[in-house]
């Protein structure tokens, strides 16, 4: 009876949290689109940024941030984090160091009212089916960068991981950071995969960790081979997550 009991209420709060999470997201998506119109890009990432730490309050999701000490707020990182759930991208989007844009599968891009957000914002689409259009993507984010100074947020597994554990990384984006010389910002989440896994209704609102570590400097990896590079940033990335299913 306890059983039945337990998952009549996760049932009732995973569809309070789908609902409060889509209300939220469709209210954080037309403000930064307001501000979009009226202001600048940089200013539009801080509005939005603030907007998705109050997204978190409202659904009961406790966020932890770290930083390592050598992370510097005025420079240009290409950010990779772990990619688990479904919160990974709005929960980096609440905690990014700096004015960061990002790489967004192409079908995206015509999502009502959000394609069109992403497309304004300077999001750049990437076709995993052909290797040169998406090695064409990424020069063309690092063009965007030397230009503006941004950041770039890559989830460089690809896809969500259906158990939890970290999955070999993509070369295609290490082979881009040593065309950028960019230096590597290794992230971990921590917590992901109880709040939300892959594939599953159900939402467990529970504490979540981002802890930023330190950069690996172009120094560090650029005579390294791509594959050589992801497997630094994937044990780095393993360090900082404090979850035991890694």
């Known amino acids: 009876m306890k059983k039945i009991l337990n998952a009549i209420g996760s049932f009732f709060v995973s569809c309070y949290m789908w609902v409060m999470m889509f209300v939220m997201a469709l209210v954080v998506l037309v403000i930064s689109l307001f501000w ?15 907007n998705l730490n109050l997204f978190f309050k409202v659904l009961f999701i406790k966020t932890t941030v770290e930083y390592d000490p050598e992370v510097n707020l005025d420079t240009e990182y290409i950010i990779m984090p772990n990619h688990v759930s479904f919160f990974d991208v709005p929960l980096m989007c609440s905690c990014l160091p700096n004015y960061t844009f990002g790489i967004e599968a192409a079908s995206h891009f015509h999502w009502p009212i959000y394609g069109f957000f992403i497309r304004k914002y300077g999001q750049l689409p990437i076709n995993r089916d052909s290797v040169i259009k998406s090695m064409r993507t990424f020069q063309k984010a690092g063009e965007f960068m030397k230009k503006t100074g941004a950041s770039l947020l890559v989830f460089p597994e690809g896809h969500r991981s259906k158990d939890g ?11 881009a950071a040593q ?13 992901m995969y109880k709040l939300s896994p892959k594939g599953v209704f159900f939402i467990k609102p529970s504490p979540v960790k981002v802890k930023y ?25 393993i360090e900082l997550v404090d979850d035991d299913i890694v």
């Not at 979009?36 to 603030?50: A, C, G, H, N």
């Not at 065309?179 to 917590?191: A, E, N, S």
């Not at 120094?219 to 497997?231: C, G, H, T, V």
């Open 36 to 50: 979009l119109l009226v202001s600048d890009k940089r200013k539009v990432f801080m509005v939005t940024r603030k």
């Open 165 to 175: 554990k970290i999955k070999p990384l993509k070369k295609l984006p290490f082979k």
């Open 213 to 237: 570590g330190k950069p690996i400097s172009v120094e560090e990896y650029e005579n390294l081979k791509p594959e050589e590079i992801a497997s630094l940033v994937q044990k780095r990335i």
């Open 179 to 191: 065309t950028m010389r960019v230096p590597i910002l290794p992230v971990g989440l921590t917590g």
